[in-house]
């Protein structure tokens, strides 16, 4: 309850990392920035701010998303938005995660060939 | 100002039609079915409500619709909800519309193979 | 899951409407209707289209709104989204209806003076 | 375009900040504090994160926010979501902020009297 729910475009900045924990639940997780455009005062568009999310997603989605996702695709993301605060060798660090609900490759930029995986693998 | 903005995952649920007017602008749209899935007081999920809307693009992201998607497969859209009122000899009728912003493939239940297309095209 | 969230802010175009069902669960809906605002070529603000919704909520969201909200006030919403249909007299009419997570007045427009309630009473 | 929009639940946790830029611009701005709720797998309601965002506003909405909240109440705030990072005393900060286009009290937790203040003052 109360979640903050948030949708975002941009794009992989990174490879994207999988790992399996337990020996069962698939983990896949990735940077994205997501770049906002505005007109100047003439009409014309600009690079705005920046924002740098870690997405991560579970299960199918994860297994999915390692095999289709590359570093510099475009892509949509739905999901659940947190601030993971940590230490590095003394020091504070934070990062904008996305827990994802979906994921697509955003088809403003090219055209996906898509395959429906069967239920089993899920 | 004061846009309703909807982020949705469903299936295709149509052919997806593409038609160009005025001799320049693409148009893609097509129908898309939400269900809601819930879970039971034993906790076993069940399909709820589903949702019907008719989900139209323009310019590069219609392009690229057209060429990628398929009647079936599962997509996330993001956009702008809209309510349209029409007759059809003498009975009224309404459709809930998106205006799309994002178009992909719904990785959750399968994989897709990204082609950037060059920004020319768009 | 899978739900339809939706945000959207608009007037309360109907009196407040509360009955309690079963002995116990407090219900309040009222109709919302949401004007879009987009410019003109020439930057000049105008009306374009009307959504109406139908807005529910219970216990003591519903006990709330009830002794707040008057018809001709200005509202922010949240909530699922749900398309429901049913037959009057032979003919097909449908709604579409939000489910609402939160509301409040919407401060764009006059100022609101709140009153906490006891926990007790939700 | 490619706004990173948010619809965000949480208690006001500072005074409310308010300050007139070049004698014309009303700008308010708060701390908000989100905690999501989870259920435990008995069924019991929990306190999981806390989000922190600053959120700011103009106009019309500044004067009224500032005439109308209070630290401690619970608010609904909708808007865009942006990353600010700055430096205190050579120590790198950052904050989570929110350019609000709407907020409210948030009924769930208690009565709101509203009072629309005339356009020519917005």
Chains 1, 2, 3, 4 share one sequence.
């Not at 570093?71 to 949509?76: D, L, Y």
Request: proline share 3%.
């Amino acid at each position: 309850m109360n979640e903050i729910q948030v949708s975002v475009t941009g794009n992989v900045t990174t490879d994207v990392r999988h790992v399996v924990v337990n020996d069962s639940t698939p983990i896949t997780s990735f940077r994205l920035a997501s770049t906002t455009r505005r007109r100047d005062p003439d009409g014309r568009w600009y690079d705005a701010d920046t924002t740098w999310f870690t997405v991560t997603c579970f299960r199918a989605l994860a297994l999915n998303a390692a095999r289709s996702l590359r570093k510099g695709q475009p892509v949509a993301v739905q999901g659940r938005l947190r601030v993971r605060e940590y230490e590095v060798e003394g020091v504070r660090r934070w990062s904008l995660e996305i827990e994802a609900g979906s994921i697509g490759h955003d088809l403003q930029y090219g055209t996906g060939d898509f395959q429906r995986v069967p239920k089993v693998e899920r």
